[in-house]
């Protein structure tokens, strides 16, 4: 397979706090889509901003790799729900991603709880966005459902 590439780009207008700006990917799927300050450290306003965008990336890749890994192993997968909570926080001054929290459920057929968790805490390891972010502390939450 041939290497793949997806982007994305951002326009910023002004400073900081009063500045406003705009995201749209090349897919269409945001198209001039907002963001500001408010929206972003305040959590507020209308608009998205960074750290949700990556919440959406993680929880959407980790979902796809962990019916990928279940499916590997041949479970029947039903679904797969992932909630990514990216948390922004000061350190040192400055704002910086300082944990992402995974909550993951899923509805597996002939699968124990144990080997769910195996099976994403495996997933924690290899999912492409898991794996770029790294850096950042990461708690798993697993619930599988009957």
């Given at each position: 397979?041939?290497?793949?590439?997806?982007?994305?780009?951002?326009?910023?207008?002004?400073?900081?706090?009063?500045?406003?700006?705009?995201?749209?990917?090349?897919?269409?799927?945001?198209?001039?889509?907002?963001?500001?300050?408010?929206?972003?450290?305040?959590?507020?306003?209308?608009?998205?901003?960074?750290?949700?965008?990556?919440?959406a990336a993680h929880a959407a890749c980790f979902s796809m790799a962990l019916a990928n890994t279940l499916s590997r192993k041949e479970y029947a997968v039903h679904h797969i729900h992932t909630k990514a909570?990216?948390?922004?926080?000061?350190?040192?001054?400055?704002?910086?991603?300082?944990?992402?929290?995974?909550?993951?459920?899923?509805?597996?057929?002939?699968?124990?709880?144990?080997?769910?968790?195996?099976?994403?805490?495996?997933?924690?390891?290899?999912?492409?966005?898991?794996?770029?972010?790294?850096?950042?502390?990461?708690?798993?939450?697993?619930?599988?459902?009957?």
């Amino acid at each position: 397979m041939a290497e793949l590439t997806r982007s994305s780009e951002a326009s910023w207008h002004g400073d900081l706090r009063s500045g406003k700006g705009t995201i749209t990917s090349t897919t269409g799927t945001l198209s001039n889509t907002p963001y500001t300050f408010v929206s972003r450290f305040e959590g507020t306003g209308t608009g998205t901003n960074p750290e949700e965008l990556i919440a959406a990336a993680h929880a959407a890749c980790f979902s796809m790799a962990l019916a990928n890994t279940l499916s590997r192993k041949e479970y029947a997968v039903h679904h797969i729900h992932t909630k990514a909570t990216v948390h922004l926080g000061l350190v040192d001054g400055g704002y910086q991603i300082t944990k992402i929290t995974l909550d993951t459920s899923g509805r597996v057929d002939e699968l124990g709880e144990d080997e769910f968790k195996t099976a994403a805490e495996e997933t924690k390891r290899t999912c492409i966005i898991s794996h770029a972010l790294s850096a950042v502390p990461m708690d798993l939450n697993v619930t599988l459902e009957h």
